[in-house]
């Protein structure tokens, strides 16, 4: 399969997107995250903890949890979270678009080196949590914490398409259903993140079988990635059919309509929650090259009850969004 090579334009006129089923912010946040999601709800995927602690219960698999700093005070201990594992991911609780988001791979409790090969000390360690509790990468500015995990070993079959980062796939969900998916996959450019916004490439994936069919950075079609050269048609997602039953699996979780589920593939446990996110960005569409808002309009239209279970919306989805 050979992806397409379009540039995409950078000014499309409103009528154009609305023929190509584009759904726009304000659509999207009247029609689909208010209507959907009760603002009550919001804490459950909006605090990375709570959603973490309710994915343990409910035995959804997630990275592994090691701690988490809420206090000033507490900063100076931060070795005495990490003495004993080999890798760590700090992470603000209320962040969001990947901001504040700090990757160790290894160190010795003095040296502390980051994804991208750059090395830092007890003293950036330490200044990192502290802007984290000050608000600094939080939504709204509000008061957050510092919450911990291990890393992801991800799938050595990542290893050429992504540089440096741990790739995810983003899966969005509308009342159960998945209905469209990407890849997002790390570069130079992006410090080892995938987020898009940072510069990171997205890989429109088919809901069928998790085959690429788009790719795109910056709001352009590519096909190879930018550092490592590989082409994104020879990309396969393992475990696809996993990835989907995890997405629905949350649809069961929590009591949102429409939101996004993040999954990493890591080589020993297969695919892991990393987050969800009740306000899913758009820029999907841009990756996967194609509109989202007929497939929601489709399953708007289904009559009540058509498809009771998380296995008959998979099948539904597949069937239906290429």
């Not at 499309?12 to 659509?27: D, F, I």
């Not at 507490?74 to 070795?79: A, E, K, T």
């Not at 194609?290 to 489709?298: P, V, Y």
Request: positive net charge; proline residues 6%.
């Amino acid at each position: 399969m050979k992806l397409p090579a379009l540039k995409l334009p950078r000014l499309v006129s409103p009528a154009r997107l609305k023929r190509a089923g584009v759904l726009g912010m304000n659509q999207r946040n009247a029609d689909y995250i208010m209507r959907y999601n009760h603002r009550a709800d919001y804490p459950t995927v909006d605090d990375k903890l709570l959603t973490k602690q309710l994915a343990i219960r409910h035995h959804v698999a997630t990275a592994q949890l090691i701690g988490s700093i809420s206090c000033q005070y507490q900063v100076r201990d931060f070795l005495r979270l990490v003495a004993d594992v080999p890798d760590f991911v700090i992470k603000p609780g209320h962040g969001s678009g990947g901001r504040g988001i700090l990757v160790i791979r290894h160190h010795d409790g003095v040296h502390f080196h980051k994804s991208n090969g750059e090395v830092c000390d007890y003293e950036f360690i330490y200044e990192h949590i502290s802007n984290i509790l000050s608000g600094l990468y939080s939504l709204g500015g509000q008061v957050d914490y510092a919450l911990f995990e291990r890393c992801i070993d991800f799938s050595d079959v990542y290893s050429k398409f992504s540089f440096q980062g741990v790739p995810d796939v983003r899966l969005i969900v509308f009342r159960g259903y998945p209905v469209m998916s990407m890849i997002r996959l790390a570069t130079r450019e992006s410090d080892g993140r995938a987020n898009l916004h940072q510069g990171a490439v997205g890989v429109g994936l088919r809901i069928r079988d998790g085959r690429p069919e788009f790719a795109a950075q910056h709001n352009r079609a590519i096909t190879r990635h930018p550092d490592t050269g590989a082409n994104f048609s020879e990309l396969v997602v393992p475990h696809w059919e996993q990835h989907l039953e995890l997405a629905a699996r949350c649809a069961e979780m929590i009591p949102l309509g429409y939101f996004g589920a993040d999954i990493a593939t890591d080589r020993q446990r297969g695919p892991l929650l990393l987050e969800l996110n009740a306000r899913p960005g758009l820029a999907i569409q841009i990756a996967n090259g194609r509109g989202l808002l007929s497939r929601l309009r489709q399953i708007e239209a289904l009559p009540p009850g058509s498809h009771p279970t998380p296995a008959d919306k998979i099948a539904f989805a597949r069937e239906n969004f290429s």
